[in-house]
T-cell receptor, first 114, second 113 residues
């Protein structure tokens, strides 16, 4: 069964450092998403991406965040200067099209900012 | 905006007990509804879904029915097992951006032998 894969599974970084979280969506999917889950809290939408541009973003997705599809398979989330409050589980998801009702989620990357 | 409200947890049950986790939603139109499960230390797994009113989603003994009149999507299982211990999230999808989901707070279920 096709799946969304994320790397690394766990990343520890120092406050102020840049991090890049990587995702490989399902190969024929066209819409990509990032979500965040702070420990013990709900899963929150960050951003959706289609045709090499952001289609929608939440208020959480401020200027320190960026997304990119650098090649035909990877989808990345960059946090430019990490803060302690960026510590969370980050999930990548993809869908075949904008009306496809099922998003396939990756296993997540746990980011710990120290 | 869209929102999802889940019953407060945590929920602790004995094995073979009946489970209900309540979920109600607020949305414009008729979104698709989902239940996701998150086992300790793992990611999100889709448990079941329903895409229109009166649809019943089911998987692994879990069921939920899309109730338009009460804007609800309660999760039920007739006989829980220890292996069902996890966090359960109710969610709805945006009508124009289907991969954008709004999640509830999650309900932690612990099943004791």
């Amino acid at each position: 069964e096709p799946e969304v894969t994320q790397t690394p599974s766990h990343q520890v970084t120092q406050m102020g450092q840049e991090v890049i979280l990587r995702c490989v969506p399902i190969s024929n999917h066209l819409y990509f998403y990032w979500y965040r889950q702070i420990l013990g809290q709900k899963v929150e939408f960050l951003v959706s991406f289609y045709n090499n541009e952001i289609s929608e973003k939440s208020e959480i997705f401020d200027d320190q965040f960026s997304v990119e599809r650098p090649d035909g398979s990877n989808f990345t989330l960059k946090i430019r200067s990490t803060k302690l409050e960026d510590s969370a589980m980050y999930f990548c998801a993809s869908t075949l099209n904008y009306r496809d009702t099922e998003a396939f989620f990756g296993q997540g990357t746990r980011l710990t900012v120290v | 905006g869209d929102s999802v409200t889940q019953m407060e947890g945590p929920v602790t049950l004995s094995e073979e007990a009946f489970l209900t986790i309540n979920c109600t939603y607020t949305a414009t139109g008729y979104p698709s509804l989902f239940w996701y499960v998150q086992y300790p230390g793992e990611g999100l797994q889709l448990l079941l879904k329903a895409t229109k009113a009166d649809d019943k989603g089911s998987n692994k003994g879990f069921e939920a029915t899309y109730r338009k009149e009460t804007t609800s999507f309660h999760l039920e299982k007739g006989s829980v097992q220890v292996s069902d211990s996890a966090v359960y999230f109710c969610a709805l999808s945006d009508l124009t951006n289907a991969g954008k989901s709004t999640f509830g707070d999650g309900t932690t279920l612990t099943v004791k032998p």
